[in-house]
């Protein structure tokens, strides 16, 4: 037994190695990560006198007059949005990798440029690009019956304004990380399915995305994730249109107003718990399905 | 250590040629055999998106070259004129007595320090999680990826509470650090070390008599120059772009990083907030410009790190 | 090698524990219930005055001002005038567009116990509401360290946004008072009348609407519209009527007067359903605008710097009344104050720097808004009668309208503005009329006001 207990000496020793590795970040992890999230949980749980609600926030958050219109909103541009967002990345990926290595390169760069316009400022962009009146795609608004910044962004129009406009920043980011997947799949076994008379969809469908499936699971959490969070896109809307998109069409952005109109750290806490749970589902969902979790 | 046995071990694995380069990627074994006819239409696609997402980039190049009213009036493609943007970068490099520069330097400051850290700390933790094993592994991945995806409203009072109990608020330590925290970062380098680097090659390198931490810098690190390049990039990126954070921290618009700055900008237009008034010469060709300026750095950024992103083996993902 | 492959799911027993442990926190947390969920919010003017309890005193504290980047030449020059006064001077976006930052910081401050601002200026003249919340007491009173004279010298009601239980708690610096904007020339072209009532106003775009289609006399796609046509007309659509209560009734007839004049209006397309900051209207109508009911900084920030209107070309004229009513009233689209921090150690030179930056000449009469001192906004006429951009002297129109501004149109917790540009705005731009939003309208008040701690009667 003596290769065992060696074994196992050489396994512990390697864990306490292990502890050594992820010390530094569990130090942060801990001090930014634990500590503000179960403070948050605990002011979910708690009202402003510091005495325990049970479910008290959640009840109330849920009875707010925004707070079935918010999630219905996010519904519909999720639905929009994941399906937008996995079919553009993962087709523009392989069509890039299909190409000659310069042009790619180029590609790749031209397609994540709006990913770096994130911020603030970035209303101005789409007050233009939104107004049939001055924008460089007018042809196209008026083309599709719209002739006034007003009726592009009528509450109708706005889960799918939303998603492109997320789109445009979003898109491009992955796509550089799908592509970088796509070159681990070893040549020899695209070689061999060419060599065998496969197209170049065969390979897509029965190669390529199937290896990506572990980066496809991983898009898709944190697509759900910042998809059910959306803030930033309403509330560029919000601002280029001086009011005409409300102010707490998403969930998120009706936790912000909860925190900061309201001065309700409590309910925005509630709300907040909620969008994580719902996040956190589709994690969960994802990651046992795709074994993510797994070392290989 | 005998480093070089191992190197050359780790490429025989590996099928690198010594030297570390793959072999270049050419469209010899990729021409398609179903016609040009598909070939087009794959062309036509790809470059339908490009202009998808140019269109407005384009614009945005061409909008400090005009006027305000030039912006309105004019085609949108038109090129105004050299003047305009002479008129425009003077106005903008004289709001608030110089204000953009500072924010730009701030902003250099808050980003590559917490990059720094984050480089420290992820990449370890990463290659702890992916290639040794201890009780809480897959704890400590859940709960990471628990907290990326809280959202960052009911964080801010927490997160504020904390750094003023620590008495750092105000001091650039109270953006930095809380930056330098980048779960992404860790998950990154975690996929990329579980994925692409091969456990046969840390043993034989065990066996060869590494210790642990040589086996990480000796092995590992070297192998793991994309994700190392990865993570940079992408923290970088956060960092720079992040808002709300300094936004909530900061008390003093000389600490202001250039995202906090824009808003400031965007307040002072009086097209977006008519309560500014006439009299300050920040119009929309002054933001336009400004944010060009506040992207140009990550452009920068992402055109050195293209290739080492996505040169061999790649393995990410990220939070927009 | 033997690799040990583990697995996220734990055995059998392991889940059934997990589960069974999930279920008693469940139910812990819905039994657990000691006290009501939320934080009770009190919403607009407090039952009582809110309390105050100056901080020790030092003359010669340093002062932290806040101040967005329209107003920090003035506060420069005053440091420069004054050099005795440390001033540390952060520029920040002066609470516009409903950002909530004073509001978000102050209550992080409130939270630390330490970080307060001495003195602010904020761009959005409700700030004063939740600053003067109990709980929260940001803003001072100011009746012990400006002298009553001055707060006299204010403009009729200017003040009263600022005054709680018979304190004032802000100094207003600027006022938006509406007026009846025309393009003089076009006018006389036309060889039209400037209307002196809302009758003769809608008689006019009527006439307009046959005579020269195109040309329009106001815009009701701007969030500021209620600010400009109901508070006019009296309509009690934010009222505040006692502490914590707010009176909303848009079914009342100077509400409907004013729904039924626009939507005649509207329909004949002499008032555009569009704002005058968008880009569309900037770039197809500006040149067609033939009159605009609105506040007084149009004329410079809208029709100068936006539209290019030629010089010689715009006046204004006195707001419109009804005919029939005994009084007349205008709106007041929003302007700017000053709030001392109850906080602050150096209540003296903060009240100080404030009342200089509302009152004096120095500062006011180049400003970019009319002020809301009476005696500084006397120079600032006088400065813009010699800027020549007019075709005629505004001064009259501005005295009279900074007189009338209805009271009965209060300050609130929440965002009139918002409300409009959300419910009402994308109604109209898809063909609803005024007259069938008022009950969408008052819901949407009702809903927002109660959300925050309002009794809605």
Known sequence: MSGRKARRARGTLRARHGYAFVAAYLLLLLAFGVLPAGYAIYLALTNSAGQLVGLGNFTAVAGDFRFGPAFAHIGVYLAIWLVVLVAGVVGLALALHGRMRRTTAVMRFLYYLPGALAGVASVLVWLFMLDPTVSPVGWLLNWLGYTSFAQVIVPGHLPVVLAVIAFWTGAGGWIVIMYGALNNIPDDLLEAARIDGAGPLAIARRIQIPMLRKWIAYMVILAFATGSQLFVEPQLVGEASLGAVSNSWSPNQLAYLYAFQANDFHSAAALSVDLLVLGLVCAAVIVTRSGLFNLE | MRAASVRARTAAVVGERPSGRRRPRGGHGMRLRRGTTARFVLLAVLIAFAAFFLIPVVWLLLAPTKTDSGLVHSNPFAFGSLRNLGTTWHYLVTFEDGALLTWLRNSAVYAFGALAITLVTAVPAGYGLALTEFRGRKLLLAVTLVVMIMPASALVLPLFLEINAAHLVGSVWSVILPMSFFPFGVYLAYIYFSSHIPRDLLAAARLDGCSEWGVFWHVAVPLARPVVALVAFFSFVANWNNFFLPFVMLPSSGQYPVQVGLENLLSSTPSFNPAAGAGLDITRPELALAMLIAIAPVLIVFLFSQRALVSGMLAGATKE | MIHIRTTLVPHAARRRRLAAAAALAAAALVLAACGKAGTPATGGTSSSAPSFKPATQNSSAPLTVWVDSTRLPGVQAYQKAHPGVK???????????????????????????????????????????????????????????????????????????CTFGGKVYCLRNDLAQDVLWYNKKLMNSFGYQVPATWQQYQALGEKVAAQHPGYIIGTVGDAWAPEVYFWASQCPANQVTAPSTLTVNTASPDCTRMASLLDTLIKDKAVSTDTVFSAGFAKNTASKVLMLVGPSWYGQTLFNAVFKTPAGQIAAAPPLAWAGDSATYTGDVGGGAWIVSAHSANLKAATALATWMTTSNAYQATAGTYPAYKAAAAAWLANQARTGYFADNVAPAFTEAAGMVWPGWSATKFSQEAIWAATVVPALTQGKTITSMLGAWQTAIRDQAQALGYTVK
Request: aromatic content about 12%; proline content about 7%; cysteine-free.
């Open chain 3, 87 to 161: 001033l540390n001077i952060v520029t920040y976006n002066g609470d516009a567009n409903g950002s909530n930052y004073l509001q978000t910081k102050v209550e992080l401050y409130d939270r630390a116990g330490s970080g307060w601002p001495d003195v602010v200026f904020t761009e959005n003249v409700n700030d004063i509401t939740w600053a003067t919340e109990p709980g929260i007491d940001f803003a001072a009173p100011l009746n012990g360290y400006v002298p009553a004279a001055t707060l006299a010298g204010f403009a009729t009601n200017a003040l009263s946004p």
